[in-house]
């Protein structure tokens, strides 16, 4: 048996202003083959469960491609055409595929990204058995449930279940060769956007629908998977969705999805959040630290600048706000910055400099301009930004920062950098001799995922909604596709 084993995930945010070419599903492009499988067979990602899987099954194992690009702007089309047509012809050779995708991608010339890219693929081999593992945070569409065999999601966030997500598929893929499961899979769509923050799933509300659905598992349905959706994707298919699928019984799969939409619904006010305007946002951090008497730093999580929600990673508004505040022992970063690295670098280790930080993205989607933060300090470490993420988020994960600098102002030392990456482990400022434990504040460009590799370290974190474009602020953006009616944009007609 010949059994494909691929990768081709993008988390897009249509208002982003960061690129998404071929070069940018890697680092340095897309792995193949032996490369591939090294990289991500221990990994923590969906595609080392698929493998396992895969092995397990028995036959020729190959991986035609593995492109994973952080979030960003929809994928050019010559990249989404090139890893389109890599993964066809794979799809023609083989005999099993099974695929490691997000769910939530959108290329320049197709809104749904994943759903065409299935449907060429079962152009290119109609009875083909395919296997999906994808982001709890896919937009899922008629078009993907139409054209794979079984697909299942992350049933955590911060997302630890990577791994177990491949596994499902695979062992969902084993069971249906060995005809064993005849599956059928009900789709339901539930009009409301929920804030990212509320979608954690150890937290209500979504604690709730999570066990919703797994009772349903309990009670004999092969998989559900309740995706919250990817609310900064501006397409007709965006929003919270139910994935269920039965044993040859469709109306069972369709009264199961529907039964946790329903509940998702009723909940629709809980998957909502105010915002907590910044300067008190960072008072709060500021009595935390002085009062708490636990130990480690306060995390003022900047989450409008996350890169894994497509943010520029250059914002520099809560890092102002929190020295005007009069805060100080605060570590910061990494900023993207190209420019202030390449003018760093030029001075040299030791030297004192004033210059622009920050701030120098592009945003139409923003209603104001980003601003550069001009900054004194002492240029202090000098060094290629590269790890692997060891933390339980995304091991494994390669990271390429480029060219990285620290910067110490006195009151605030902040990594800057030319490449992006989300907190999602320590390595980040110790790579540079940086202990975040001894820092009073520490400035993460994270929602939720650094959570586990930071919050062992810290007393307390912070939400700091700051400028950015990847806010949870739903209202501030300009929806031109987004199906409507939708809660809480329409609330009174939702």
């Known amino acids: 048996m010949r059994i494909a084993v691929g990768m ?59 492109a994973r690009a952080l979030p960003s702007a929809p994928v050019s089309r010559d990249a989404f055409e090139r890893v ?43 009875d083909l058995p395919l296997a999906l593992a994808l982001d709890s945070h896919a937009n899922i569409t008629p078009l993907m449930a139409r054209n794979c065999t079984v697909m299942v999601g992350y049933r955590t966030y911060p997302h630890l279940d990577m791994v177990e997500t491949g596994r499902m598929a695979g062992r969902l893929m084993r069971e249906t060769l060995a005809g064993n499961l005849r599956p059928v899979t009900a789709v339901r769509r539930c009009p409301l956007l929920a804030n990212m923050l509320r979608m954690v799933t150890g937290e209500q ?6 066990e919703a659905a797994a009772a349903a598992e309990r009670s004999g349905m092969p998989a559900v998977t309740v995706f919250t959706g990817f609310p900064l994707s501006d397409t ?44 008190e946002a960072l008072d709060r951090a500021k009595a935390l630290a002085a009062h708490s008497t636990v130990e480690g730093p ?69 209603r104001a301009p980003l601003r550069p933060l001009r900054l004194t300090g002492v240029v202090k470490h000098i060094a290629l930004g590269r790890f692997t993420v060891e933390g339980p988020v995304f091991t494994g994960m390669r990271v390429d920062l480029g060219r990285t600098v620290v910067l110490d102002t006195g009151p605030l030392t902040v990594v800057v950098s030319e490449g992006r990456v989300e907190a999602l482990d320590p390595q980040q400022f110790r790579l540079f001799g940086l202990e975040p434990g001894r820092f009073r504040y520490v400035v993460l460009k994270s929602k939720v995922q650094y959570r586990p590799a930071f919050m062992p370290l810290a007393k307390a974190a912070v939400d700091c909604n700051g400028a950015g474009v990847a806010s949870m602020d739903l209202a501030a953006f300009d929806w031109k596709k987004l199906a409507r009616p939708i809660f809480p944009l329409d609330r009174s007609n939702a």
């Open 84 to 126: 389109s047509d890599i993964l066809c012809e794979a799809a023609a050779r083989c005999d099993v595929m099974m695929l490691d995708l997000h769910g939530a991608m959108v290329a320049e010339h197709f809104d749904d990204g994943e759903g065409e890219l299935l449907r060429r693929l079962r152009a290119a081999a109609p």
């Open 8 to 66: 081709f995930k993008h988390e897009t945010n249509t208002f982003s202003p960061v690129q998404t070419r071929w070069e940018d599903f890697g680092p340095g492009g897309p792995l193949f083959g032996q490369d591939a499988y090294e990289t991500f067979r221990r990994s923590g990602l969906s595609m080392a469960g698929l493998l396992e899987q895969a092995e397990l099954m028995g036959g020729d194992v190959s991986i035609p491609i593995a």
């Open 205 to 210: 509300p979504m604690a709730q629908l999570i």
């Open 236 to 279: 007709a298919d965006t929003g919270l969705t139910v994935v269920a699928t039965a044993d040859g019984d469709p109306a069972r799969a369709d009264a199961v999805a529907q039964e946790i939409v329903d509940l998702a619904w009723s909940l629709r006010e809980q998957f909502t959040r105010a915002f907590e305007p910044l300067g």
């Open 298 to 366: 306060v995390l003022l999580a900047d989450i409008s600048d996350n890169c894994h929600s497509g943010g520029t990673q250059d914002s520099m508004d809560v890092i102002e706000r929190a020295l005007d505040q009069g805060l100080t022992g605060i570590l910061a970063g990494p900023i993207v910055d190209p420019q202030a690295v390449a003018a760093m670098i030029e001075a040299g280790v030791g030297a004192t400099v004033t210059l622009a930080v920050g701030g120098k993205s592009s945003i139409p989607a923003l």
